[in-house]
């Protein structure tokens, strides 16, 4: 029987919040051989190999050798890099699912998604391409998690949560049960969700008000 061995990892984006995808990838044996950035950094704590601008044609050419993870935090980023990079490459990032997680059996997962340590993603969830579902957090049972959400570490959605395209959940957050959330909607850290929260709006306190 042949064993195929799997591509070298890069990631695109190299700084704080690719620290910690580097350290999931790890949890699973993994190993982060590259990056890309617009300019190498002067600061490169896990020697990685620098690959170029990911929208540099022989950047592009190089990916080609590589399986790919979008380590960026920022949504609207992630989300424009994901079109860029599947369109440019025909293939979908990897998924970077810490050791330590749990995600139930049958949960929806799409591609370039990260779950951190000790996050947890109860039974019939669906979790979007490119979602960050960060240290800590909580998805509770029977979640619909659009694309390019952030949820922040420690934030809790309590069960049948909606949460539309784009949105930010930030640390330590609490979504009351049957909850939806728009697109492109901000969720300020430590904030108690009550109630819906429209397209592009911002919630902050406890309980929550609007900005």
């Known amino acids: 029987m042949l064993h195929h061995t799997p591509l070298p990892l890069s990631l695109i984006g190299y700084s704080g919040h690719a620290y910690v995808v580097i350290d999931v990838f790890t949890s699973q044996g993994q190993t982060v051989a590259a990056y890309c950035e617009p300019q190498p950094k002067t600061h490169n704590p896990y020697a990685l190999h620098y690959l170029g601008a990911e929208t540099n044609p ?5 990916l080609q050798n590589y399986r ?47 779950v951190g340590a000790k996050a947890v993603v109860n039974p019939l969830c669906s979790i979007g391409n490119g979602v960050i579902c960060n240290t800590g957090s909580v998805v509770e049972h029977e979640c619909m998690i659009a694309d390019f959400v952030h949820i922040a570490p420690n934030a809790t959605l309590c069960g049948g949560v909606r949460v539309g395209r784009g949105s930010f959940v930030g640390a330590g957050a609490v ?8 697109n492109y909607a901000t969720i300020g850290a430590g904030a108690v969700v009550l109630k819906n929260v429209p397209h592009g709006a911002t919630v902050v306190g406890n309980p929550q008000r609007f900005l």
């Open 58 to 62: 022989q950047t592009l050419l190089l």
């Open 175 to 182: 979504v009351k049960e049957g909850i939806t959330i728009g």
């Open 68 to 114: 790919y993870f979008i380590a960026i935090g920022s949504n609207a980023v992630r989300e424009k890099l994901h079109a860029f990079l599947f369109s440019a490459l025909q293939a979908v990032p990897e998924n970077a699912l810490h050791k330590t997680a749990y995600i139930a059996p049958g949960v929806q997962l799409g591609s370039g998604i990260m």
